[in-house]
């Protein structure tokens, strides 16, 4: 896909999302096409790249507070860095990676940014979410005390629900 092609496809992505939020119902037609064409131009850090998208939220908590707020609809206070790597729990097992690991006063949010399409996406991320969730209970609990694992995968790309109608 060319530059051009794909300023295009995230001019139109942008406006969409603009002409369907109702904050910007009262900005004129001329204001949220200017607006629309700042977001599509990246003239900053492409947050798609994994460095970049951990350099933005670890050195500014406050901004990922408002994602998470936003995307969650909950009502995040503060937020602490966990490890990113998980360690192996045998010698055979996958070396886990996340992104981003919050720990959250009410459970933990795994926060993923995909670049690239991955056939194996959603395996991948119930996976990892899986994995969070099983290190909850260690080895002479006697109950299973478990608290929320939330995964946020950030696409760089459009991966239907498999339940959802084809268009």
Request: charged letters at 30%; proline letters at 4%.
């Amino acid at each position: 896909m060319s530059e051009l092609d794909l300023y295009r496809k995230r001019y139109r992505h942008c406006r969409r999302l603009i002409d369907n939020d109702s904050r910007f119902k009262g900005m004129s037609e001329e204001d949220k096409d200017t607006y629309a064409q700042s977001l599509a131009t990246p003239e900053y850090l492409d947050l798609t790249c994994d460095w970049a998208f951990k350099y933005l939220f670890q050195n500014h908590p406050d901004m990922l507070i408002m994602l998470l707020n936003d995307i969650l609809q909950e009502n995040i206070m503060s937020i602490e860095f966990r490890n990113t790597e998980l360690a192996k729990d045998a010698q055979h097992d996958k070396k886990i990676l996340f992104d981003l690991l919050c720990k959250t006063p009410t459970g933990t949010i795994l926060v993923e940014m995909q670049k690239a399409s991955r056939s194996d996406q959603r395996d991948r991320l119930f996976f990892y979410g899986a994995r969070l969730v099983n290190r909850q209970v260690e080895e002479g609990d006697k109950e299973y005390v478990l608290t929320p694992v939330k995964v946020i995968c950030i696409m760089n790309y459009e991966d239907a629900h498999p339940d959802s109608p084809e268009d």
